[in-house]
């Protein structure tokens, strides 16, 4: 336990230490705007919003990690901005998407923040709770530009300007325990593996497990990773050992189709249950994909890309059309419902005829019950809440759209309920 604690505050040092360098960097930067312009329409103005324009921020990973994730959130929200933009745009103003690859690396993820910070007016896409909880006391200081970022670590709340879209991973995996222990079997008095990143997104799901744990009479046997450990052999020889009934994994795709398909080949024969980020379709094509279709399932912040909604199969068919050599996944619906939040605050914040940040940040509170057609309403009117405590949960299958298909619609678990994140 030592250890880690160690671990985690030498990470978060590094990257304060980062933070005061690029503020040091950045602290005589030019701005667009000082929000006291009144522009065209007689809308005020501030960063990142000129008479014609409106740039919005992307701080993605396309080439680490979350390559996939990042490539599909990515994709989508150009997709959006394009439409919007051929639809005659917002406020008057045509959308600019701004797309930084940090290839979730610090160093690389804060000078792209730096970089865009006095450009845009926000952020529609952050990858990576580490990096946005380092920028957090910028943002929530000096900068307070709207981050929507692709990270639900409870650590990123009581932010008015950095919002959580769904559960944070604690609650997220009460969720997913709560699937184990009513529909896989787990039982009181066994043993619970839960494999984990180093940081802000495993630490804040270990925290989910070990509650729902207390309340189930389970107990878990941790396995702490890097973003760099691709071969979960080592972990699966331990869980295995321990006598595990069943394992929960907060890491990215790589390592849950290692993890899976290594637990299967020595008969570890336990289910498997992910975050939402620890799965991409493109794992079925691998020597994993059939062992990942019996033994995995994934809990979300909403329902999958190839949901039976009107939005979905829109999105889908538009999808398909724009790249049509891609495959379909759940980064899609991430980064379309960030981006069209954004958008919708946009829309809110011009009818006040106030486009600075101030005006935008101001427009979300506003906004309690959003439907971005993917089965969950998100009240976004507390800062200090997860915008919903809603999880699906989604099992890999190669024979629907996207890969997945839901096996247990939106709930709330009862330990959820009452956990305050």
Not at 119 to 130: C, L
Not at 178 to 207: I, R, T, W
Request: aromatic share 6%; net charge positive; charged share 20%.
């Amino acid at each position: 336990m030592t250890h880690r604690r160690q671990a985690v505050r030498g990470l978060a040092a590094a990257l304060a230490a980062l933070v005061a360098l690029t503020a040091a960097g950045c602290s005589s930067k030019a701005k667009t705007g000082d929000g006291k312009q009144t522009g065209a329409g007689g809308v005020k103005t501030g960063e990142g919003v000129t008479d014609k324009t409106i740039s919005l921020g992307a701080l993605t990973d396309m080439t680490g990690v979350y390559a996939t994730l990042g490539k599909s959130v990515t994709q989508a929200q150009q997709l959006y901005v394009k439409q919007v933009n051929a639809a005659g745009g917002i406020c008057g103003r045509q959308l600019e998407l701004t797309v930084r690859d940090h290839g979730y690396d610090p160093q690389k993820a804060l000078a792209a923040y730096t970089e865009l910070e006095p450009k845009v007016v926000g952020y529609a896409q952050f990858i990576g709770s580490p990096f946005v909880a380092a920028v957090k006391p910028r943002v929530d200081g000096q900068d307070k530009g709207l981050v929507l970022p692709q990270a639900w670590s409870a650590s990123l709340l009581g932010s008015p300007y950095i919002r959580v879209l769904g559960a944070t991973y604690d609650v997220e995996t009460i969720n997913a325990v709560d699937f184990l222990v009513k529909e896989k079997g787990l039982k009181s008095g066994d043993k619970l593996g839960h494999v984990y990143f180093e940081g802000d997104y495993g630490e804040n799901a270990l925290k989910g497990s070990k509650h729902a744990a207390g309340k189930a009479g389970l107990t878990v046997v941790e396995q702490k990773i890097k973003p760099t450990d691709n071969d979960m052999s080592a972990q699966v020889a331990a869980l295995k050992q321990a006598g595990v009934k069943g394992i929960v994994i907060s890491a990215g795709p790589r390592q849950a189709a290692s993890l899976v398909g290594v637990a299967a080949a020595t008969g570890l024969r336990v289910p498997v249950v992910g975050n939402n980020s620890a799965f991409a379709p493109q794992l079925l094509g691998t020597q994993a994909g059939p062992a990942l279709e019996k033994m995995y399932w994934f809990a979300s912040p909403s329902l999958p890309i190839g949901a039976d909604t009107p939005t979905a199969k829109k999105l889908v068919a538009d999808y398909r059309a724009a790249y049509p050599s891609d495959a379909l996944d759940n980064g899609i619906v991430a980064g379309w419902t960030a981006a069209s939040v954004f958008g919708e605050a946009l829309k809110k914040a011009c009818a006040e005829k106030d486009l600075t940040r101030a005006g935008v940040d101001k427009a979300l509170l506003t906004m309690t019950s959003y439907d971005a057609g993917f089965g969950m309403t998100h009240d976004l009117g507390d800062p200090k809440a997860p915008s919903s405590r809603e999880s699906v949960i989604i099992q890999p299958d190669k024979s629907v759209p996207g890969g997945m298909r839901t096996v247990r619609p939106p709930f709330v678990s009862d330990a959820a309920k009452t956990y305050a994140p």
